[in-house]
């Protein structure tokens, strides 16, 4: 295990666990829209067993675990612990059995080959250093005729918000500021196609969706960064220049008009065929 691997995992599983107080706030009302709209995109057949990676609180689990019913199963598995409490709570309200929230390391999974008929990432492939190496170990476990699906952020994410979240961190703190997110990498169907193709992956339907969230108060795009990747920013600063921070880009907000942000998505799926080996 790399050193850069093993530091991005500790990073996601603080920053998660910390967002995690946030994460289902009405202006984080992406997350369940698009694992929701990635779901649909695999149209799962009752009894169908699905693995989801990097859960959340079960965004597309929730929905896959509808699709496939009470003879089908879904596992999901992330490594924040408090994501994966809030996922165990949805699936009981909702009355849905047959998903298994577990705390696991996608890097590290010991599932068997093709074992299962679709495997789910969404907007978790960018955590590992190595995305290729990734991919490919997610299609390792899709069994011929099942589909492997990859949603992941497209160009613009929370724009025009970020760019003021920008200036205010490198006003602030500079050590914290960094123009380069790791999603960066693949922002366009074109470089999505590209990272299947590099980790041995055919047959991949990949589309672009632009898309937006609602602000109905300024305050809700700092309520976006508490319960996103953003939050790791934050808790480094210290409450004291997050104040300054948040008021800085709250009061830019209001007096720009910001009303919404961007939230464009790339979808891949990738089919297996029926007589692979």
């Known amino acids: 295990m790399t050193d850069a691997l093993e530091a ?6 603080k920053t998660y666990n910390a967002a995690a107080d946030t994460f289902d706030a009405e202006p984080l009302g992406f997350w369940d829209r698009y694992g929701r709209r990635t779901v649909e995109r695999l149209k799962l057949q009752s009894g169908a067993h699905v693995l989801d990676v990097c859960c959340g609180s079960g965004a597309s689990a929730i929905p896959a675990a509808q699709a496939v019913g009470s003879t089908g ?39 068997p080959d093709r074992r299962f008929d679709a495997v789910v990432c969404v907007f978790g492939i960018f955590f590992v250093p190595d995305m290729e190496a990734q991919v490919a170990e997610l299609w390792r476990m899709v069994r011929p005729g099942g589909q492997l699906a990859i949603t992941t952020w497209g160009p613009g994410i929370f724009a025009p918000a970020y760019e003021i979240w920008l200036a205010a961190v490198h006003r602030v703190r500079p050590d914290l500021y960094s123009a380069f997110n790791p999603w960066d990498r693949i922002t366009t169907p074109d470089a999505v196609g590209k990272l299947f193709a590099d980790a041995g992956v055919r047959h991949v339907e990949v589309a672009a969706e632009e898309g937006y969230q609602i602000l109905r108060a300024p305050e809700d795009f700092w309520t976006i960064a508490l319960g996103s990747g953003l939050r790791w920013t934050i808790d480094q600063m210290g409450a004291e220049a997050a104040l300054g921070v948040k008021q800085e880009i709250l009061n830019a907000l209001a007096a720009k008009g910001v009303k919404r942000v961007e939230t464009n998505v790339i979808y891949a799926v990738a089919q297996r065929g029926s007589r692979s080996a």
């Open 8 to 13: 991005a995992k500790l990073k996601a599983e």
């Open 73 to 111: 199963a879904v596992i999901a598995v992330d490594l924040a612990e408090g994501l994966l409490r809030l996922g165990r709570a949805k699936a009981k309200a909702a009355g849905l059995h047959r998903v298994e929230f577990r705390r696991a390391d996608m890097t590290a999974l010991a599932f």
